[in-house]
């Protein structure tokens, strides 16, 4: 993956995102939960975050922005849909002082970045900040005494996901809500009777002017999913299984911190569970998946090896340190 020479990085850290204050590079966006939820339970906020990549590209006071944002809503619960780090263990302090800061109970996921960048020390940091981290496994929270079971997939990019595992423990008789880094896993969790899914992963694209992150995100890099919502978060009828899938566009970047185009902006989805799609104005429509295409055995093959070496090369630096002291 190409990085940008630090002087240009810093030109566009300049010109496309920084400022004396980050306000209103970050936009709230908000949607009902489930319709099979609506007036069955009080209604419960969940705030949304995906993709903060914290280290070098993103500027850390707009981190700090998305946590204050999150915060003045008001969430019963926040869940984060992988990639907290960029490229690197250096910020895990960062990370911590920053999932600290969040008010209310934090549940995650991990992408690719953090298995790139060692999934178990990027998990234990999030633990020491308060986060539970599901690794194909769920969890159920008391909300207001109302159970809402959630349920984490590990990074399916990295080929970690095992959706059996964690849906193992899942109970039909109460709520549910799915946590991936990769969106197109949600079509087995619909399966599974989880009707909505929250993800992160493609940024949006980044770029959206003339639908420029479709053709990124769709038709090069394969996803169905690219930013938004997608299905219906009504009960499904018939013999297709459906259910609905959010991809948030994240508040970091991993590469060039450019964003262009209002699908492509930073952004905080706040979710409404127990009110009723149509209830309020939402800001976008549920929209129909694109084409997509499966991957390669190959290609998931060298996916995951790029953890491993990562990992090999973590492990000889660990040892050469070591022996310079
Ligand atoms: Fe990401």
Redesign the pocket.
């Known amino acids: 993956m190409l990085f940008p020479p630090f002087g240009w990085s810093q030109f566009l850290l300049g010109t496309m995102d920084s400022g004396p204050s980050h306000a209103g590079r970050i936009r709230v966006r908000r949607f009902a939960g489930p319709a099979a939820y609506a007036g069955a339970m009080e209604p419960i906020r969940i705030a949304h975050l995906t993709?903060q990549?914290v280290g070098r590209i993103t500027p850390f006071a707009i981190q700090r922005e998305a946590v204050e944002l999150t915060n003045a809503e008001h969430p019963d619960l926040v869940v984060i849909t992988g990639?907290f780090v960029c490229h690197s263990q250096l910020y895990l302090d960062q990370l911590i002082e920053l999932v600290r800061a969040f008010r209310a109970p934090v549940i995650g996921v991990l992408?690719n970045?953090d298995h790139w960048a060692g999934a178990d020390e990027v998990a234990a940091a999030l633990k020491r900040g308060g986060v539970e981290v599901l690794r194909n496994d769920s969890t159920i929270i008391t909300i207001r005494r109302q159970r809402l079971q959630i349920v984490g997939l590990d990074d399916a990019y990295t080929g970690h996901a095992r959706i059996e595992k964690a849906v193992s423990g899942l109970r039909r008789d109460l709520p549910a809500l799915a946590l991936s880094h990769i969106a197109e896993e949600a079509d087995q969790l619909w399966k599974c009777g989880v009707p909505l899914v929250l993800a992160?992963?493609t940024?949006g694209g980044q770029i959206t002017v003339a639908r420029l992150n479709e053709i990124a995100v769709g038709k090069i890099g394969g996803h169905k999913y690219v930013q938004g919502l997608y299905g219906t978060r009504q009960p499904h009828r018939g013999a297709v299984v459906t259910g609905a899938v959010y991809v948030g566009a994240?508040i970091g970047a991993?590469v060039i911190p450019i964003r262009i185009g209002e699908r492509g902006k930073r952004e905080i989805a706040i979710f409404e569970f127990g009110r009723r799609p149509g209830e309020f104005e939402e800001p976008d429509r549920e929209q129909e998946p694109l084409a997509g295409r499966a991957l390669s055995p190959r290609k998931m093959r060298r996916r995951a090896e790029k953890v491993v070496r990562r990992r090999a090369r973590r492990s000889l630096r660990a040892t050469v340190e070591m022996k310079q002291v």
């Open positions: 993709d990549h990639d992408g970045h992160g992963h940024h994240g991993s």
